[in-house]
């Protein structure tokens, strides 16, 4: 991809704000299931965040689909703020938190160029979400714990990450392509030949 394929279509900002909004809902929703889920994991609290890849995917999926600068980072901040004005239990938060969990997926893409959209891509943007939102969350929730324990949790945060928003991202980009409904996009068209 040259600099000139860079710039954003309108279909790219529709496309990236449906996934978005579409996310955000899912996440308000998630965050249900994780207030929810939290007695079940009284015994390992750490393990409780094998269930954070939910809330990563977003950030891999629109950088797997709309392939330019910026897409990882916008359908990501774009969801976490609807989960914010749906009433996340996390408040503007919330906001921080998507914005540093695009980023890390942005940073992958930005290594490879914008150039490489491979499963193995997909799967270190995972990594690279999972990491930003363990640099966010270790501080403001998991302080008063040992870093053993704060690993832990990375290591929980990396492996539901690859998971659900690397793997999960992959297989749905995949089967939006074998709807047809991402023709327009790159995603699309190089699919298509795999």
Known sequence: MNRADWSWRTVDIVVAAAIAIAFGVVFWAWNQVW???TPAFVAIPPAQNILYGVWLV?????GLIIRKPGAALFTELVAASVSAILGSQWG???LL???LQGLGAEIVFLVVGYRRWTI?????AAVGTAIAAWIHDTPLYYADIGLGPQ?????FMVVSAIVIAGIGSWLLMRSLVQTGVLAQFPAGRSQQRV
Do not use: E, M
């Open 35 to 37: 207030a929810a889920a």
């Open 58 to 62: 977003p950030a891999v999926l629109g």
């Open 92 to 94: 503007l938060d919330t």
């Open 97 to 99: 938190s998507g914005a």
């Open 120 to 124: 193995a891509v997909a799967l270190i």
């Open 151 to 155: 690993l832990v949790i990375l290591v």
